[in-house]
């Protein structure tokens, strides 16, 4: 951007900057060049699931059952046991009688994120937890996700599903200049009945920001973030400014911690940062005897697509020994 005499176009500087935080999850001082050229071509060859995001899991989740796996919901992995002759899991499975067992198993593959897997294994294997304390304090800060979910009664043929919007200010407790919404397809009966879209947005936001203030005080920040949110969208589609609109929910790293038990509710994986070169991430192989991680924590890259990819290159080596 030096050499194209473009670091004093804010408004080009700015845009830049989200795009990139919404792929490498950090702005142009610090992302490497590599997945930064790749980011800013977000969301180019990006598709939209009919029924949302969910609708792709339950795919999946189909496809394990006909191949004679078995999907297991409710059911908290609390421990990992040591290598002997298999690994010991402890389990609580959910539900109105909460229960625990212990599974055994020769070979894990665990898509919690390295945070969790520091605490996962911190009474029951010092050496993983070792292993795992170590990975964590490599990474010095992950972001966190602010959401506004709801429904809007609209004939307006919006041209796109997908809207980047850039308000003059960062959002307050957010940090950020930007959000992104997606609306549901407007022929997408599973998510909405005809006239109706539901959309999803969602910001990013420091999860220091939510956690330990008191529940008036969250509540209070959630309201503010949500009028502002509100407020930015009607001016950039004016169009919904006077639709109505039902079942607005907002959700932080709070929430995310609660319903994903990711540690402190960080998400969209470790950001990418010349400071710290992607081959030093925590890789799929660990050094402990058929014990792997997949997932967000454990990949450069970003989304689905990601974690997938780092799944299959896991599938591939493990189903040597297999
Ligand atoms: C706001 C937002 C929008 C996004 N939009 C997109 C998008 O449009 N397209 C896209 O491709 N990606 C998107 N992503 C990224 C995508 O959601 C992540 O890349 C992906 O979910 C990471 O998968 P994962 O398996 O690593 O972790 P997760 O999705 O967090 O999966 C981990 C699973 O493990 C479970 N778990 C955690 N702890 C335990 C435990 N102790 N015992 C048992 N189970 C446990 C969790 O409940 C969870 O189901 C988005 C992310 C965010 C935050």
């Not at 609306?183 to 910001?203: E, V």
Request: charged fraction near 15%; aromatic fraction near 12%; charge should be positive.
């Amino acid at each position: 951007m030096r050499e194209h005499d473009l670091l004093d176009n804010h408004r080009f500087v700015r845009f830049v900057d989200q795009q990139l935080l919404i792929s490498t999850q950090n702005t142009h001082q610090f992302a490497p060049i590599a997945t930064a050229a790749m980011g800013l071509a977000y969301p180019s060859e990006t598709y939209y699931p009919v029924g949302g995001m969910i609708a792709p899991a339950e795919l999946l989740a189909k496809a394990i059952t006909r191949y004679g796996g078995v999907v297991r919901l409710k059911h908290r992995v609390l421990s990992n046991a040591r290598y002997e002759n298999g690994y010991s899991i402890d389990i609580e499975i959910g539900g109105a009688r909460p229960q625990r067992i212990t599974m055994k198993a020769r070979c894990v593959i665990s898509n919690a994120t390295v945070w969790n897997m520091r605490s996962m294994t911190e009474k029951s294997d010092p050496a993983m937890s070792t292993y795992f304390s170590q990975q964590s304090r490599a990474i010095d800060f992950a972001w966190g996700a602010f959401m506004l979910y709801g429904a809007v009664q609209t004939d307006v043929a919006l041209p796109t599903a997908y809207y980047q919007i850039h308000t003059d200010q960062p959002l307050p407790y957010c940090e950020s200049n930007s959000f992104f919404i997606s609306f549901s397809h407007a022929d997408d009966r599973t998510k909405a009945p005809i006239g109706w879209r539901t959309f999803t947005i969602s910001t990013h936001t420091p999860t220091s920001a939510w956690l330990g203030c008191s529940e008036e005080e969250y509540h209070r920040r959630k309201q503010i973030v949500q009028n502002c949110i509100m407020q930015a969208l009607h001016h950039a589609l004016p169009a919904l400014r006077s639709a109505p609109c039902e079942y607005l929910l907002s959700a932080t790293p709070k929430s995310f911690a609660f319903f994903t038990r990711r540690e402190q509710g960080f998400v969209g994986g470790v950001p990418h940062s010349i400071q710290r070169s992607l081959l030093r991430m925590t890789p799929n192989v660990t050094p402990f005897q058929h014990f792997y991680m997949v997932g967000d924590t454990v990949f450069p890259g970003q989304g689905t697509p990601s974690v997938a990819l780092g799944a299959l290159n896991v599938a591939e080596r493990v189903t040597r020994f297999l």
